[in-house]
């Protein structure tokens, strides 16, 4: 017996016989003290029984020739009773955390198997432990078809190699920022998914994966779609750009001729008229070719976005009374879809900032963080109230279904930080991931 367990016993010993002689609520409360010390230690309750039983026989000899052994015995009984109740109130504790662990755990399998996405575990060697009924309606295969089996089948083998680096990074304790693989259907095409993985850790060690699959096919269909429009309509704003640049400069070219012809068979007194004409003509022909700049801007296509944002505030800031300054990185040539996005949302809240934000400044920032493009727009205007023009019904004005379509198709987002009175603040973020052009084999 180890001298902690000793001590126990004297102190229940000393305990019972006090309370045997003298009774008392106090004595009753010390027994319920040691018997909370008793669970705390780690002792079961035959271990409390036996250490009970113990102190009764010492007790009752001595104090057995001066009570009744059955009143002895009863008191004896109620002493244990408080002692043991430390136990009782664990064990219920411990019966209702089952219970509740139960109930949980049946919520968990009902949620995972009436889940829409797929969610799975790993082994360490890449074999599939489990997988919910997702899976079937998915991609077709059986549960049984892959029970036990790698997962390395299932992706497409451009995107294999990825795959298993994520799982090994997974595996080192890692958790990842959501991905896109292809995953084969049992009718052999492949479907869009986007992953998220986190370790199983069991004893402090990564014993698994588990990862939720959703299918994007629909979603990758739809952006295809947006930036197939996308481009149309560029295609054709850079027509109508190139007809009002050449076709109408030429126009007015002719008109330029015809007048300085009739000048010089009119009178000097007419002539200075048609000079008033002619200065009439300069502001027209200089807006004609802003606009066709802006409508599709060469400088983008032939020197690359930040060039391009520089002579679009140059425009806006001759045009309207704003000051327009662009800063940030001088981030390399992006995705032509990229660019041409970008530049048509900063064409957008510059607008916004001149028809409704009475501002009279400006900033454009333009940063590149790692594989992230993040583009600001800040004006100094009188603000809006954000939730309530973006849940308008009907219309939700400033251009943002314009921008949020654009976006859509590219993968990126948007954020915009506005109040009354406090300016307005769109902050626009594109992974390069996300785009076709990087050829990358985790986005196709």
């Given amino acids: ?5 000793r001590d126990l016993r004297d102190q229940y010993t000393r305990t019972l016989h006090d309370y045997l002689l003298e009774g008392g609520e106090k004595n009753l409360h010390r027994a319920y003290e040691l018997g909370r010390r008793a669970l705390a230690d780690g002792l079961g309750v035959l271990e409390m029984v036996s250490l009970h039983c113990d102190a009764q026989a010492t007790v009752a000899g001595t104090i057995g020739a001066r009570e009744e052994m059955s009143a002895l015995i ?4 109620t002493f244990f009773a408080e002692a043991a109740s430390p136990f009782e109130m664990a064990h219920r504790g411990f019966r209702e955390a089952d219970v509740s662990l139960r109930q949980s755990e049946e919520r968990f399998r009902t949620l995972v198997e009436n889940a829409k996405d797929v969610i799975y575990t790993l082994s360490t060697d890449g074999a599939i432990t489990s997988v919910n009924p997702a899976f079937e309606t998915i991609t077709g295969w059986a549960i049984t078809d892959w029970l036990g089996k790698s997962f390395a089948p299932l992706v497409h083998p451009e995107d294999l190699p990825v795959a298993l680096v994520f799982f090994q990074r997974v595996l080192r304790g890692e958790t990842l920022p959501i991905f896109e693989l292809r995953v084969l259907k049992k009718s052999g095409d492949y479907l869009h998914a986007e992953f998220t993985k986190t370790p199983l850790v069991k ?7 588990l990862g939720i699959g959703r299918d994007i096919t629909e979603r990758k269909r739809s952006q295809a779609a947006l930036r197939r429009m996308n481009q149309t309509l560029e295609e054709e704003a850079k027509r109508i750009a190139h007809a ?8 007015l ?18 002539g200075r008229k048609l000079q008033k004409v002619k200065t009439l003509l300069d502001p027209i022909e200089a807006h004609l070719r802003q606009l066709a700049h802006e409508l599709r801007p060469t400088i983008l296509d032939d020197l690359g976005l930040i060039p391009a944002l520089e002579f679009l505030a140059q425009g806006v800031s001759q045009r309207a009374n704003l000051q327009v300054t662009v800063g940030g990185q001088q981030v390399g040539r992006l995705p ?3 660019e041409t996005a970008l530049y048509r949302i900063v064409q957008e809240a510059l607008n916004n900032a001149c028809r409704h934000a009475k501002a009279s400044r400006a900033t454009i920032r333009l940063e590149q963080n790692g594989r992230l493009i993040r583009c600001v727009v800040s004006d100094d205007g009188i603000g809006f109230d954000v939730p309530a023009v973006v849940n308008r019904k009907g219309h939700t004005g400033l251009g943002l279904t314009g921008i949020r379509e654009r976006l859509n198709a590219i993968g990126g987002d948007y954020r915009i930080i506005s109040a009354p009175g406090q300016g307005t603040t769109l902050q626009v973020e594109i992974p390069l991931e996300a785009q076709d052009a990087t050829a990358d084999p985790v986005s196709r």
């Avoid at 009863?74 to 009984?77: L, M, N, P, V």
């Avoid at 009002?244 to 126009?251: G, K, N, T």
Wanted: hydrophobic share 45%; proline share 4%; glycine share 8%.
């Fill in 336 to 338: 032509t879809s990229v």
């Fill in 74 to 77: 009863k008191s004896a009984a």
């Fill in 244 to 251: 009002l640049h050449d076709e109408a400069a030429q126009l």
């Fill in 253 to 270: 070219a002719s008109v330029y001729i015809a007048l300085e012809g009739v000048s010089r068979d009119l009178p000097p007194s007419a």
């Fill in 203 to 209: 004893g402090g060690q990564v014993v698994g994966v």
């Fill in 1 to 5: 017996m180890s001298d902690h367990l």
